[in-house]
């Protein structure tokens, strides 16, 4: 199987490597030159990418085409392409509706959408794709696995959920920081924070229980734990959370 990337920046990036890193997942790889200094390492370390002479040549050469750039020059970009008819398009454009998708590429393709995060750059990327489509699923099921959502509602509300990574470590900073605050060194903080959530996330993914059973699990009645997250719901903190999901789903249904 060909792939092709149409803009090759930071998720292109992760995707090839998550790809071609041995042993590999694809046969060849063809990135658009742009941006060359990306299109030329990801070259450098595979000898399965070679990079095309124009975006155009991308989608020639290409079994799956990844469309890869900004939302803000994905309509430019798209129109001037020809796709081929029954074409596998995966288009990890961010807050671009496979309506308009459709309409631009104005030929009939099987189009995916997709959301990969930076961690299929070490296969270990959990990945929405909408409509469900065995060929994308399996390009994402080897890069970690793939969530195939079956209306675009649900692929709208995991694009919210994947909002959430910078609030994650903004809850490590902040808290890396209070303890900092308190007297220890935050490298210590971050030793012993960083792999007491991996731990938990852990439990998170192993576990077949309810999430408010795990919690329930890891907070003694009466206990610190149960008094934390009792302070964080009364004091707005859950309602935050909502309030902020919210107005992401807003942004990305507007
Ligand atoms: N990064 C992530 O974790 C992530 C995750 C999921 C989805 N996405 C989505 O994936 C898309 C790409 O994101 P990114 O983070 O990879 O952005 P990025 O690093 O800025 O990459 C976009 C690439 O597109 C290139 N480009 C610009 N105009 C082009 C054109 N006319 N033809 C071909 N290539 C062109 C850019 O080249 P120049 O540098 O020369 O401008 C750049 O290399 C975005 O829609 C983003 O929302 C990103």
Redesign the pocket.
């Known amino acids: 199987m060909k792939l092709g990337f ?9 995707m090839v490597t998550g790809l071609l890193t041995a042993p590999p997942l694809a046969g060849e790889v063809v990135v ?8 030329g390492r990801l070259a450098e370390r595979f000898a399965a990418v070679r990079i095309a002479r ?2 155009q040549a991308v989608v020639d050469a290409s079994d799956v085409l990844v ?5 803000q ?2 309509q ?2 798209v129109r ?1 392409l020809r796709f081929r008819q029954g074409q596998t398009v995966i ?6 509706d496979r309506g308009r998708l459709l309409d631009w590429i104005d030929q009939d393709v099987r189009l995916t959408q ?5 961690f299929v750059a070490d296969r270990n990327g959990v990945t929405a794709i909408y409509p469900p489509d065995p060929q994308a699923a399996a390009i994402f099921s080897g890069l970690g696995t793939a969530v195939e959502c079956a209306t675009r509602e649900e692929y709208d509300l995991l694009a919210v959920a ?1 909002a959430l990574m910078g609030t994650y470590f903004g809850i490590l900073d902040r808290t890396t920081g209070w303890l900092a605050e308190k007297g220890i060194p935050a490298d210590k903080a971050r030793a012993y924070l960083t792999p007491l959530f991996a731990s938990l996330a852990e439990t998170a993914v192993r576990s077949h229980a309810s999430l408010e059973d795990i919690r329930r699990e890891f907070s003694t009645k009466g206990g610190l734990n149960e008094q934390v997250f009792d302070d964080f719901d009364r004091n707005g903190g859950s309602k935050a959370l909502a309030d902020a999901l919210a107005r992401v789903l807003l942004r990305i249904q507007s």
């Open positions: 149409v803009g090759a920046g930071a998720i292109t990036e992760a658009s030159p742009r941006n060359a200094e990306v299109a124009d975006n469309l890869a750039i900004r939302p020059v994905a430019e970009v001037a288009s990890v454009i961010a807050a671009t997709a959301i990969p995060l930076p994947s």
